[in-house]
């Protein structure tokens, strides 16, 4: 590390009113910047500037592309101390989930691509390893980097290279469980590894000052490191007097910061610390850098920093559409999404029940709860980044004869398919799961795309499974599910149905029937959920029949006979993965039938597919209007005639 003494940062140029800026902020410093390596190169006292450019270069930046900006502008400063003083790509650093990265990819070479960000083709809105040297490690979901970290630092260590690891997790992601296993093991190998807690929690700021900021400077320091170690060497010939200092210290510790957590699992504990102040960052880590056995570094930051309406309301600027935050009437205007709906119809169901209880995985805003969370208050759990936890929960609340429900994202109720087979659907508990963002998500890519839950859903016993297509099916479901006497699920897509709700109430559906909702000739549709509008598009112009099935499982087995018995061609059509999913399960039920026609099966590819928009994505896979009715025709035509 330079020794120069940092100057102070110069003002931010139009990173503190408003608006977002529309045109490209002078950024002479950070346009020198293709790499680490050039970073290093210049002084320290340079390092504030290029923090403040980078700062003003990622709101200009997200602002056309739209993002996760609120974590992102939190952590510029420690992206640039980072990277100043670690010696990547061969010094390893491991971002947690991957909202906070932007200004990684900034500063390893990506700033000119920063204008493909979260477009099909262009940068990712996570880490990737294919995408850079400097992504050691793939994220999306969180509370993956210790872990990751401390798997890289004991393969250095096996391999005998010196290198060092850096795992970055912000205090969301270290709520969860994994993380906790990580760490625990962690303590146990005393692997050189250091954890940073980025935490950006407004109600721990008053935390920040002189006293925390000097007594970490002396717990991170080499001279502190080296007594601690020296005077366990001494006393282990002494058990008791050791047990004695350890306690001491930790109670010490315990006293005047919130590291005790961390000692128990011997982490050593520094902090916190101002993550704004780039002075105290350097010192900081400078210390830290090359000291043996785990570390912990608890950093406070600001989300949004440096941008006054992200400060003010971190939760709406935690990601952000291209300039859509300008224009507040645009977004009243836009038809009620899947997740409105799933809000108003819990909120009514709740009036209705006092049995209603309603857990997320900290999904509140996303999942469309805030109004339920507001006027039913102690029905409202959010469990944090703690899926597994969540839906255990849910099983012992229904033990006791509640009704919960649980709102999570497809993607992340992955995670929890142990505590959803052997906690729930094994006891046959009455659990109602409202899986949000099933199917493509647009801009977010693989790591978040709803693809699986069709297929590790229809597997496990006592399950019920429904996909709606339209506003009033969503609320029909959401009600059948909540019914029913036993575990049900009800997923959805990321969204507007093409038809918004009708009913003034939703009615209760008879489980496993779907409908006709349109009789054709030849070819039937039999359609799971939301791809039933650009079904009945191309059902119109060739005269076919379409199905609803409305339930994955159980599957309407009448209704499918009869169209196999009327039709020369099926085709089944899901927005999920086609293997195992809904249309094969019509397979499976159709094979011991004597005359089944051909089933030709539509649906997601045996591949991650990447990011882009929902539309571009639909387009890719087949599943919008041109790409099921080309499909249809192509097998049509291979047989010889027209579709």
């Not at 390893?108 to 996570?126: I, K, V």
Request: glycine residues 10%; hydrophobic residues 40%.
């Amino acid at each position: 590390m330079k020794n120069s003494a940092p100057s102070p940062p110069p003002t931010p140029n139009g990173a503190s009113n408003g608006s977002l800026p529309r045109e490209r902020p002078a950024t002479p410093l950070l346009d020198d910047i293709d790499g680490p390596a050039d970073l290093r190169a210049l002084d320290a006292t340079q390092l504030p500037a290029v923090a403040t450019e980078l700062r003003n270069f990622l709101l200009y930046s997200v602002a056309r592309t739209g993002g996760h900006l609120g974590a992102s502008l939190g952590v510029v400063e420690l992206s640039v101390a980072l990277h100043y003083l670690y010696d990547t790509p061969e010094d390893l650093l491991v971002w947690d989930v991957g909202h906070q990265a932007y200004p990684h990819k900034i500063l390893t070479g990506r700033r000119d691509d920063m204008a493909t960000l979260r477009q099909r083709d262009g940068l990712s809105g996570f880490l990737r390893r294919s995408e850079s040297p400097y992504d050691h490690f793939g994220a999306g979901h969180s509370s993956t980097s210790i872990s990751a970290a401390l798997g890289m630092a004991l393969a250095a260590r096996q391999q005998g290279r010196r290198r060092r690891v850096v795992a970055v997790i912000g205090d969301g992601a270290i709520t969860a469980g994994m993380a906790y296993e990580a760490m625990a093991h962690l303590g146990e190998t005393h692997a050189d590894v250091l954890v940073i807690l980025n935490d950006n929690q407004m109600s721990i700021s008053h935390n920040i000052g002189g006293l925390h900021n000097y007594l970490s400077r002396i717990w991170s320091s080499k001279a502190y490191s080296s007594l601690r170690s020296g005077g366990r060497k001494v006393l282990r010939s002494m058990p008791s007097a050791l047990e004695l200092a350890k306690r001491t210290e930790e109670h010490l510790k315990g006293m005047v910061s919130p590291g005790a957590l961390f000692e128990a699992l011997d982490l050593n504990y520094i902090g916190p610390v101002n993550g704004h102040d780039l002075p105290l960052l350097l010192r900081m880590i400078d210390n830290l850098r090359d000291l043996e056995g785990p570390q912990l570094l608890h950093v406070l930051t600001v989300k949004g920093k440096g941008y006054a309406a992200a400060e003010a309301d971190p939760v709406r600027y935690h990601a952000i559409s291209k300039y859509s935050l300008s224009s507040a009437s645009s977004a009243a205007a836009s038809p009620p999404g899947y997740q409105q709906i799933f809000g108003d119809w819990l909120c009514a169901a709740a009036a209705r029940d006092e049995r209603l209880v309603a857990i997320t995985p900290a999904m509140c805003e996303g999942s469309g709860m805030t109004d339920f969370a507001e006027r039913f208050a102690t029905r409202f759990h959010d469990a944090a980044i703690a899926e597994q936890h969540s839906v255990t929960l849910a099983a012992g609340m229904a033990c006791e004869g509640l009704k919960p429900i649980v709102a999570i994202y497809s993607t992340f109720l992955q995670r929890a398919y142990d505590q959803l087979i052997h906690d729930v659907a094994l006891q046959n508990l009455d659990v109602t799961f409202a899986i949000d963002r099933a199917g493509l998500v647009g801009e977010d890519g693989a790591t978040h795309a709803g693809s699986f839950d069709l297929c590790y859903l229809r597997c496990i016993p006592n399950m019920v499974v429904m996909a709606p297509s339209d506003g009033d099916e969503a609320q029909c479901m959401l009600e059948t599910a909540y019914q029913y006497e036993g575990p049900a699920a009800v997923r959805y897509p990321r969204g507007s149905p093409p038809l918004p709700p009708q009913l003034e109430a939703p009615e209760r559906l008879p489980i496993g029937r779907g409908l006709l909702r349109r009789r054709g000739q030849r070819t039937a549709f039999l359609v799971f959920g939301a791809p039933l509008a650009a079904v009945l598009e191309v059902a119109e112009t060739m005269d076919a029949s379409v199905a609803d099935m409305r339930f994955i499982k159980p599957l309407d087995a009448e209704l499918l006979r009869e169209c196999a018995t009327s039709h020369q061609l099926l085709v089944t059509v899901e927005e999920g993965a086609l293997a195992g999913g809904a249309g094969a399960a019509v397979g499976e039920l159709l094979a011991a039938s004597p005359a089944t026609p051909p089933i030709l099966h539509l649906g997601l590819p045996d591949h991650f597919v990447e990011h882009g928009t929902r539309a571009e994505l639909l387009a890719l896979c087949g599943l919008d209007t041109a790409g099921i009715q080309r499909a249809v025709e192509r097998w049509w035509s291979e047989q010889g005639e027209s579709g």
